[in-house]
């Protein structure tokens, strides 16, 4: 049972410590108790072990699943009212009103001393159908890869709202027809009438101070401003580590716009 469907499941995940709620800056906060009307407070769900197997690797993982709590107070409302109305089986609609981001923890965060991080934004398309119009497939892997065996250890934040660079699956599956008729990923975006680039990584950057503890720590981009909006969000101590991988003839114009949109990619990388 979900926990805005039965109240009582969520008391008892908060009284195990399951459950949490910290506040925009990564301090946990009272779960029982309502957040203020203006406060960006967010909900942490876990630890669950969640073990993979992905391209026959097996990765011990523990997963937090969290959501900002202004969403879930839309969620907890609307059960209330399906509740009354006895429509049970209208409780599918709820998952509309939450975009629920991930924490993959790869290793033990007491001994982390400088860890690997990746924040990755969720691609439909590459991610699970294994696309190569983009490289977000095997960059989530080679992320997995690479901090599972890094001696730091790290993590994975999965943001489920930034498809499309936060466009949305209906607007980008558009953009593909665009780029297909000569447009480059940042144009069709542009055609639209979006912006390039639309994510909001504020509730990573608390995320990040969450878990990270004011350690410093190493994030997988080739994207720049990533660390500059996370250092505009007070999140100081992060050193970039450059993460190319699955380049291939499907996606080389496309990762050519993101080279000449900013991105850290030399043209020896996209050979």
Sequence with gaps: MFTYIDPTVRERLIEQGSLIRID????????????????RAISILGPIPLP??????????????????????????????????EG???????ADSMAVNSVLVLGDPDSWENPL????????????????????GPQFISALERISEDPAGGLIVYMSGHEGRGIGLWAKAATYLLQ?????????NQTLGLPEDSRDFSDAASLLKYFMRDRPFRLLTNNPKKIDDLNA???????????????????KRYLKAKREWGHDLETGDLE
Aim: glycine share 8%.
């Design 24 to 39: 925009s800056e990564g301090q946990a906060t009272d779960p029982f108790s309502a957040p203020d009307p203006g406060a």
């Design 52 to 85: 993979l197997e992905r391209h026959g690797r097996r990765y011990e993982v523990k997963w937090y699943a969290s959501v900002r709590h202004t969403e879930l107070s839309k969620a907890t409302e609307l059960a209330d009212n399906l509740r009354e109305q």
């Design 88 to 94: 049970q089986q209208s409780f599918a609609i709820l």
């Design 117 to 136: 991080v990746r924040v990755h934004s969720s691609c439909l398309t590459g991610d699970v159908f294994g696309s190569e119009r983009c490289e977000c």
């Design 180 to 188: 297909d008729a000569g447009e480059d990923t940042y144009q069709a």
């Design 233 to 251: 969000m007070g999140l100081r101590n992060i050193s970039r580590v450059k993460h190319v991988c699955g380049v291939g003839d499907a996606n």
